[in-house]
């Protein structure tokens, strides 16, 4: 069963715009991480923000925030004041704790496309 | 530079080939993993190792073997080749994930096969 879903195959969004990613996810674990990452049309894996089931409150980096709904189990990433640069597929990731088989292990969405316009 | 290589970047093997991806980390991480991506589908894990000396399979481990020949490298053998693995593969190597939520990844090698 997919355990990290991400509905938007691509989107686009204009220049200085804030967009948002959105990632559901599964699990019955009490304890995992969420991870977003980046990749630009180079290939290369760029991490951008994590949060872990227990943080209080929403991870932030720069202009990437994390806006994590613990009951919905939603981790959608927001990206604020987009620029051209941040053209690139975007993957949401979880690791499930200790107890599980899958620990250690990062489980992948399957990306959204997100091409910024001037 | 410190981080995970992956040789070669790129390869185009016929089918029946065999072949060997190599990743290695300087970061003195215990875990490696191998990932392969495709088109819509994120990347699926195909093999990793918690540490030294130990491997397991991941989600698609067939048609693949893998070794950890020391703590810094992590191969990924292809015994013979098929046009259902062409794909991108991803090497990463985490420290602990108890205490390092921080997964690096290599560059990337892109196999085609025909």
């Known amino acids: 069963a997919q355990k990290i879903t991400q509905t938007q195959p691509g989107m686009f969004v204009q220049e200085k715009e804030a967009v948002t990613l959105d990632c559901t996810y599964d699990?019955?674990?009490?304890?995992?991480?969420l991870f977003w990452y980046k990749q630009p049309s180079s290939g290369e894996m760029i991490f951008l923000i994590y949060?872990?089931?227990?943080?209080?409150q929403n991870a932030t980096e720069g202009r990437y925030s994390l806006n994590f709904q613990k009951a919905r189990k939603s981790a959608n990433l927001v990206i604020s004041a987009s620029q051209l640069g941040d053209s690139a597929m975007y993957f949401c990731?979880?690791?499930?704790?200790?107890?599980?088989?899958?620990?250690?292990?990062?489980?992948f969405g399957a990306g959204t496309q997100v091409v910024v316009t001037p | 530079n410190a981080g995970v290589t992956q040789t070669p970047k790129f390869q185009v093997l016929k089918t029946g080939q065999s072949m060997t991806l190599q990743c290695a980390q300087d970061?003195?991480?215990?875990?490696m993993y191998w990932y392969r991506q495709d088109p819509g589908m994120g990347l699926r894990l195909i093999y990793y190792?918690?540490?030294?000396?130990?491997?397991d399979k991941g989600e698609v481990p067939n048609g693949y073997n893998v070794s950890r020949l020391n703590k810094r490298e992590f191969s990924l053998r292809l015994e013979s080749a098929a046009p259902s693995q062409t794909s991108v593969y991803f090497c990463?190597?985490?420290?602990?994930?108890?205490?390092?939520?921080?997964?690096?990844f290599g560059s990337g090698t892109r196999l085609t096969v025909v």
């Open positions: 190792s918690a540490s030294e000396g130990t491997t």
């Open positions: 699990t019955s674990d009490p304890s995992y991480g």
């Open positions: 990731a979880m690791r499930e704790g200790v107890r599980t088989d899958s620990w250690g292990k990062l489980q």
């Open positions: 970061m003195n991480h215990n875990s």
């Open positions: 949060q872990g089931s227990y943080d209080q």
């Open positions: 990463a190597s985490n420290g602990d994930p108890r205490r390092d939520y921080g997964y690096t």
